[in-house]
C-alpha cells in the first residue's frame, strides 16, 4: 500500500524559510515523478514543483520559481520542498503527491497517489 507522508508545514514570518519533506513507502518509486501541490482558502489546488524520480530534473510554477526548490533522497525514499522568502500568498495546505506516467506533471488528475496535506501559513 502506498503512502505519501508529509511533514515540516507550521507558521512562518514573511521572508523566512520552511523545508516541507514527504516520506515515500509501499512501493519503489524510479521511474515515477513526484509533485507539490498547494491548495489555498477558497481557490482550486495549484501545481507548485515536481521532480523526475530517476533523473532528478526538476520543474516549476512560475510563482516559485527561484524561491523553492525540490529535491529527493534516494536512500530515504524522501522528497523535500525547500522554500524561502516566503510570502503571505503561499499560505495554504500543501500535499506531496505520486505520478506514475509523469507526462503532465502539472497537472491534478495525472497523479496516482496523494498525502495528507500540511499546513503552511505565512503571516508576521
Known amino acids: 500500500q502506498v503512502q505519501l507522508v508529509e511533514s515540516g508545514g507550521g507558521l512562518v514570518q514573511p521572508g523566512g524559510s520552511l523545508r516541507l519533506s514527504c516520506a515515500a513507502s509501499?512501493?519503489?518509486?524510479?521511474?515515477?515523478?513526484m509533485g507539490w501541490f498547494r491548495q489555498a482558502p477558497g481557490k482550486e489546488r495549484e501545481f507548485v514543483a515536481a521532480?523526475?524520480?530517476?533523473?532528478?530534473?526538476?520543474y516549476y510554477a512560475s510563482s516559485v520559481k527561484g524561491r523553492f526548490t525540490i529535491s529527493r533522497d534516494n536512500a530515504k525514499n524522501t522528497v523535500y520542498l525547500q522554500m524561502n522568502s516566503l510570502k503571505p500568498e503561499d499560505t495554504a495546505v500543501y500535499y506531496c503527491?505520486?505520478?506514475?506516467?509523469?507526462?503532465?506533471?502539472?497537472?491534478?488528475?495525472?497523479?496516482?497517489?496523494w498525502g495528507q496535506g500540511t499546513q503552511v501559513t505565512v503571516s508576521s
Open positions: 521532480i523526475r524520480w530517476n533523473t532528478g530534473y526538476t
Open positions: 503527491a505520486a505520478d506514475y506516467s509523469g507526462t503532465y506533471y502539472y497537472q491534478i488528475h495525472e497523479y496516482d497517489y
Open positions: 509501499g512501493r519503489t518509486f524510479n521511474g515515477w515523478t
